[in-house]
């Protein structure tokens, strides 16, 4: 939750590729204060069955940017070897972004919520409500 020092993250994964959630995607959060600061890894979770983090931690005061990591290989790795079991002649096509960083600028007293729409081979992020 954010205060009047502090903003706050949220975010959540749609899988496009099969219009759902993406559930079991590793995300790590970090943090800097300036652009020239060293980034500082606050800590992690992993996307739940509705494709959302709800508990990442807290930033610090005087935090101005956050970089969102999401750890995209595991999830398709496991994805592709379901459906090998439901249809052995598919494709091994993988994920072409094994991960997916994305780094954004924050302002104090704001809730940032930052959706990913992922697929294998492309992905979009954006502000969202």
Same mark, same amino acid.
């Given at each position: 939750?954010?205060?009047?020092?502090?903003?706050?993250?949220?975010?959540?994964?749609?899988?496009?590729?099969?219009?759902?959630?993406?559930?079991?995607?590793?995300?790590?959060?970090? /943090?800097?204060?300036?652009?020239?600061?060293?980034?500082?890894?606050?800590?992690?979770?992993?996307?739940?069955?509705?494709?959302?983090?709800?508990?990442?931690?807290?930033?610090?005061?005087?935090?101005?940017?956050?970089?969102?990591?999401?750890?995209?290989?595991?999830?398709?790795?496991?994805?592709q070897a379901e /459906?090998?079991?439901?249809?052995?002649?598919?494709?091994?096509?993988?994920?072409?972004?094994?991960?997916?960083?994305?780094?954004f600028a924050v302002?104090?007293?704001?809730?940032?919520?930052?959706?990913?729409?992922?697929?294998?081979?492309?992905?979009?992020?954006?502000?969202?409500?």
């Amino acid at each position: 939750m954010s205060t009047d020092t502090t903003a706050s993250v949220s975010t959540h994964i749609l899988d496009t590729s099969i219009g759902r959630p993406a559930e079991g995607v590793t995300i790590t959060l970090a /943090a800097r204060s300036g652009s020239g600061a060293e980034w500082v890894t606050l800590g992690g979770s992993a996307t739940d069955a509705d494709g959302r983090c709800k508990d990442l931690p807290a930033l610090p005061e005087e935090t101005t940017h956050v970089r969102l990591d999401f750890e995209t290989e595991t999830y398709f790795a496991k994805k592709q070897a379901e /459906a090998q079991q439901d249809a052995p002649r598919v494709r091994d096509s993988g994920a072409f972004f094994p991960e997916v960083a994305i780094t954004f600028a924050v302002k104090p007293g704001e809730h940032y919520h930052v959706p990913l729409l992922l697929n294998p081979f492309g992905y979009s992020v954006y502000r969202g409500s």
